[in-house]
């Protein structure tokens, strides 16, 4: 009984086993051909990849300028106490301006007034957008904005966080194959290949590595192709060569036509050289330069301020504005008295209270120069009642942008739609559900 048992089921053994050995082959088929339609579809995305970087240069975004002009930003509450203070200066479409200062001097402040995110305090002055007085948040599709704090998802790998982003605001009518270029570009920018398919990981689930962390915080901003781009410290925490990498991945995107500005610390000299225009802030939010790199250095010799050797230009220059150093210049231009050097340098007007400051720079008898009579004319445009009608004027400019920010809806600018908030809500679900 049992031999005929064990017979039988050698018997259904051997019949089957063909059966089993064809589907295996058909399977493995599949695979093959699977696979080879997978490498066919990433050659022909490389061509094409190739062809988008060939004609980088040609394909350009719609470009954002950004002027601002005696931007102050100052803290609601008790003591007002001025956070920003008469920046005025320009930002370009296709250059990368560096925003440096000690801490504290209001870097991250003023990109946010910029970006239109500063919150919890009164800005006054003017920002212009392409030379018209529009609301920053009219281009806001077109603004990427990385903070310093990380906005990816750690439970997502870094394919997932880039796609998500990409999906939710990239042009709704755009093509998925063109999708996938902005998706891979990115990835191959900015050097994540090798981890793509790594979860990013949380506090308490280890994933990527913090730099490459810091570049995926990039990328979601990246992805969706901004023509103003700003970032706050996105190099802080890499080394050095991760830096140039992240530099010549915003180099790319300069072609482009995009306007980048970012807050940088501590650059070396070689990162440094790769900006085009540098804002320098002093404590209290106030301008010590904007404007070329190639310039900072001879405006400073200028003031008899000299770098001595072998130390790195920007690391003198934070030193100098901390109060680190001591200066001892022949001009004898104080640390304090930069801020009003170059307001008269630029000719801007010298806010009344600095006016001490300035006059102390100039010995008496000298005050019928350039310099000084900007001074007087300061004085002469900030009489009391110009200041009052100033101050009544610029809240009732605070006043009417913060109603009209919230409870109106701002015209869009930007020129692009993105998928609908329920298509929004779509990919939030799929994304809640891969977690
Ligand atoms: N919303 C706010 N409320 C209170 N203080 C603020 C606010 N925003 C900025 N500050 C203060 O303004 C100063 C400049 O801040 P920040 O712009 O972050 O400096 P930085 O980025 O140059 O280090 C800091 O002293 C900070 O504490
Ligand atoms: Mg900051």
Same mark, same amino acid.
């Given at each position: 009984m049992l031999i005929a048992a064990i017979f039988t089921i050698f018997l259904i053994i051997y019949n089957c086993s063909d059966q089993v050995l064809t589907i295996r082959e058909r399977r493995r088929a599949k695979y093959r051909e699977a696979a080879s339609r997978r490498a066919k579809e990433r050659v022909k995305a490389d061509e094409r990849t190739t062809t988008m970087a060939v004609n980088a240069e040609t394909r350009r975004r719609p470009t954002i300028e950004v002027s601002f002009q005696d931007l102050t930003v100052t803290l609601k509450?008790? $003591? @007002? @106490?001025?956070?920003? @203070?008469?920046v005025t200066g320009k930002m370009m479409p296709g250059r990368i301006t560096a925003v440096m200062g000690?801490? $504290?001097? /209001?870097k991250t402040t003023f990109l946010s007034a910029l970006a239109g995110k500063a919150h919890g305090c009164k800005i006054i002055g003017s920002i212009l957008i392409n030379g018209k007085p529009d609301s920053i948040h009219s281009y806001k599709r077109i603004i990427g904005f990385v903070p310093q704090d990380d906005i990816v998802h $750690?439970? #997502? *790998?870094v394919e997932e966080n880039l796609w998500f982003s990409a999906n939710c605001r990239l042009p709704a009518n755009m093509l998925k194959q063109d999708r996938v270029l902005v998706v891979e570009r990115v990835i191959e920018c900015l050097g994540l290949q090798t981890v793509r398919n790594l979860l990013v990981g949380t506090v308490e689930k280890r994933g990527i590595s913090g730099g490459q962390r810091k570049r995926v915080n990039v990328g979601l901003e990246m992805v969706m192709e901004p023509s103003l781009f700003i970032l706050d410290e996105p190099t802080s925490g890499l080394d050095s060569s991760s830096s140039q990498l992240l530099l010549r991945a915003l180099r790319r995107e300069n072609l482009q036509g995009v306007n980048v500005s970012m807050v940088v610390h501590q650059p070396s000299y070689l990162l440094f050289q790769m900006f085009d225009d540098l804002v320098l802030l002093a404590k $209290? /939010? #106030? *301008?010590?330069y904007h404007g070329s790199v190639r310039e900072v250095e001879e405006y400073f010799s200028g003031l008899g301020i000299n770098i001595p050797d072998r130390v790195n230009p920007p690391d003198y220059f934070i030193n100098v504005l901390e109060g680190m150093i001591k200066l001892n210049t022949s001009s004898g231009v104080t640390c304090e008295q930069l801020p009003v050097r170059w307001m008269l340098h630029k000719g801007y007007h010298v806010p009344p209270d600095m006016h001490a400051n300035a006059a102390a720079m100039f010995p008496e008898g000298q005050l019928s120069t350039n310099e000084p009579n900007d001074i007087k004319d300061a004085t002469k445009d900030h009489s009391f009642i110009g200041e009052i009608w100033e101050y009544v004027k610029s809240n009732v400019k605070v006043r009417s942008d913060v109603i009209r920010h919230n409870f109106l809806r701002t015209k869009d600018l930007s020129n692009r739609s993105t998928p609908g908030i329920l298509v929004q809500y779509r990919y939030f679900l799929g994304r809640y559900i891969s977690c």
């Open positions: 509450g008790k $003591g @007002r @106490r001025h956070i920003l @203070r008469c000690p801490s $504290g001097a /209001g $750690g439970n #997502l *790998t $209290g /939010g #106030l *301008t010590v």
